[in-house]
């Protein structure tokens, strides 16, 4: 380790945000790599052809723009190597293809991506794997749904749309006792709030198109490894010929720079709103991991460093009948909210959530659940923006 190395190994987050990934002196003191277009690498000589015997072989096989991403996500993560992907979605299928095969059983926590689940419902069927959903606060008893031929345990807390925690290291050491590998969606935390490789999972994956990416206009995702199971990642990965281009992988490393100081303003922002809307007349619930009103508080509280920028509320509604009026009218309403899917950028989004397909944790009862992703904004006009949607929704 040189000595920048081992300064940086002891920094803060953001100091080491600001100085991971590529080493200027590689690219004559130039601060940011270059974006190295590439199919065909040249090789001085036929011996070195036919051993690949230098850094560089093929475009599919890294460039240096996206190794100094995946150096930089290794630092984050603790991991021993990561795969770029063209999504987030594609940053868990690719897992799910390289470690299951037909007649492996999985096991999905209910509060997953709601895509994750499509993949496990359609093409990991059609290949022979069975997938069984679990509940979120399932933690050590998990080991009572694990089967023989359980392969692989996938985690993702908190949970899509309704937050959910899970005790990741229940979960995990239960798994590993019978002989499943884990994987987790760790999206909503970043490996800043939390490092799921340090609490026994095998592969973390991150959507980077949301905070790494930051400005709601790259689709990448990350999945980084452990020691163990790196080579059996990296090999399906190389099998299926799926990579990330160099330009989104500069602008994942570009986003990475100030990722640690836009998380602090959306989790701050958040967090104030989710206390705020906590007392307001119309609203039964909000699901916020951070607030000790929340089910799985404790679990975020002895786990993660913190909170991000997306929560749900939930609309007091009477009847259901009234709940896609009353999700509607608060929607209409906004002004400084986009109605739009994804998170994880400068600007806030709403969406009605749906949870039809959920079979264990199932959608409240008592209206609909409204996702607020809280951007960078000023929080006076993201709250007026809400106060107007839930005036709307008063009115239906
Ligand atoms: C928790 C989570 N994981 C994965 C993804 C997929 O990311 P992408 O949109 O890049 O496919 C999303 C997208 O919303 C998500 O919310």
Not at 80 to 93: D, R
Not at 273 to 281: V, Y
Not at 308 to 332: C, T
Request: glycine share 8%; net charge negative; with cysteine.
């Amino acid at each position: 380790m040189n000595d920048k190395a081992a300064v940086l190994a002891d920094a803060g987050d953001n100091t080491r945000l600001a100085h991971i990934g590529n080493d200027p002196a590689e690219f004559y003191g130039f601060v940011n790599p270059p974006v190295v277009h590439a199919s065909t690498v040249l090789f001085p000589n036929a011996e070195t052809m036919e051993k690949r015997a230098q850094k560089y072989s093929y475009g599919t096989r890294g460039t240096p723009t996206t190794d100094a991403l995946c150096d930089a996500i290794n630092e984050l993560e603790g991991s021993a190597g990561t795969i770029l992907l063209p999504s987030g979605l594609a940053a868990v299928t690719v897992p799910f293809l390289a470690f299951l095969s037909a007649g492996d059983h999985a096991l999905v926590v209910d509060s997953v991506y709601s895509p994750t689940r499509h993949f496990c419902d359609t093409m990991l069927r059609r290949l022979g794997v069975t997938v069984e959903y679990y509940d979120p606060a399932a933690g050590a008893d998990i080991a009572r749904l694990m089967k023989p031929n359980t392969k692989l345990v996938h985690t993702e807390a908190p949970g899509s749309n309704t937050f959910e925690m899970q005790d990741i290291r229940a979960i995990a050491d239960a798994a590993h006792k019978g002989g499943a590998i884990v994987t987790m969606d760790n999206t909503w935390a970043t490996p800043l709030y939390f490092k799921p490789l340090d609490h026994g999972v095998d592969i973390s994956i991150h959507a980077a198109t949301k905070y790494p990416a930051g400005h709601s206009d790259v689709l990448f995702g990350t999945a980084s490894a452990n020691a163990a199971h790196w080579p059996q990642l990296w090999e399906g990965n190389f099998a299926l010929g799926i990579c990330g281009s160099p330009d989104d992988s500069y602008q994942i490393l570009r986003g990475l720079r100030t990722m640690g100081v836009r998380l602090e303003r959306h989790q701050e922002t958040a967090l104030r709103l989710a206390e705020w809307l906590e007392g307001m007349d119309g609203v039964t619930r909000v699901l916020h991991p951070a607030l000790p009103s929340f089910p799985g508080h404790a679990l975020w509280k002895r786990d993660f460093k913190g909170s991000s920028g997306i929560f749900s509320i939930v609309l007091d509604a009477g009847s259901p009948d009234r709940f896609r009026a009353k999700a509607h009218a608060f929607l209409d309403a906004l002004r400084i909210f986009g109605l739009g899917y994804s998170w994880g950028g400068y600007e806030s989004l709403a969406v009605h959530v749906n949870l039809n397909d959920r079979t264990v944790c199932t959608a409240p009862k008592e209206g609909p659940v409204l996702r607020l992703q809280i951007g960078l904004e000023d929080i006076a006009d993201i709250r007026a923006d809400i106060e107007r949607g839930l005036a709307a929704a008063a009115a239906v």
